[in-house]
């Protein structure tokens, strides 16, 4: 009886192992020097508008690597390039850890003039003519749409907005989201995903001509 509880036990380790081994790690922020600054060196700038990348600082929050995001009446986006690194058949699950500490006052991400958001993070899968048939799914902390609500951005038609987190309620505090990719491609393109190219993380506050602060700790692709 001991040798075959051993060797279920055994076998219930391997099984751990093998699914976190499918786990892939996008970002964990421990490459960098906590209080360096500026745009980390596997990231790659937005090629609109004018990014502050002065405003984004790795930090230790809580026993936490995190990248810390600012912004004032300014919009800023980096971008992680993640093709041949994803294979959603395997880990289509996105998991990300983030904390959103000021909110863009009246932001609405369902309307073209308060399109501002604190956290945000953005699966990305480019076609050409990118600026019209890209598809982009932006996984975001909203000031006033409810949890749940999916709609297309008025300002950025390639993307569709779900929104994971609204209000308030849950300021400073650190929380992990989970999203299936597949399924929610699926609900809002009619059919099955190809393996994303990118990854954005992205922070506004310009349209609202306000304030907007988030934190995103570790971010990776899981199985089931």
Same mark, same amino acid.
């Given at each position: ?104 006052? @009246? ?40 949890? @749940? ?17 609204? @209000? ?21 393109? @009619? ?34």
């Amino acid at each position: 009886m001991r040798r075959r509880a051993t060797v279920a036990a055994l076998a219930v380790l391997i099984l751990i192992g093998i699914a976190n081994a499918a786990d892939t790690v996008i970002e964990d922020w421990k490459a960098y020097k906590v209080g360096s600054t500026g745009l980390p060196g596997e990231w790659k700038p937005q090629n609109w508008g004018s990014p502050n990348y002065n405003n984004l600082e790795i930090v230790d929050d809580e026993g936490r690597r995190a990248l810390h995001l600012k912004s004032a009446n300014d919009s800023t986006t980096l971008n992680r390039e993640i093709k041949g690194r994803v294979n959603l058949k395997q880990t289509p699950i996105l998991e990300w850890d983030w904390k959103s500490t000021v909110l863009p006052t @009246g932001g609405n991400s369902c309307k073209k003039a308060t399109d501002d958001q604190a956290g945000q993070i953005f699966v990305v899968w480019p076609r050409f003519p990118e600026a019209v048939r890209s598809r982009i799914i932006g996984y975001v902390w909203d000031t006033t749409q409810p949890v @749940g609500t999916v709609c297309k951005s008025e300002k950025t038609g390639t993307v569709t907005y779900v929104v994971i987190r609204s @209000g308030p309620a849950d300021l400073n505090r650190w929380l992990t989201e989970q999203r299936n990719v597949v399924d929610d491609f699926r609900k809002i393109y @009619g059919d099955a995903p190809d393996d994303p190219s990118v990854l954005s993380l992205s922070i506004d506050s310009n349209d609202t001509g306000t304030r907007a602060e988030a934190l995103i700790g570790t971010i990776r692709f899981k199985s089931r």
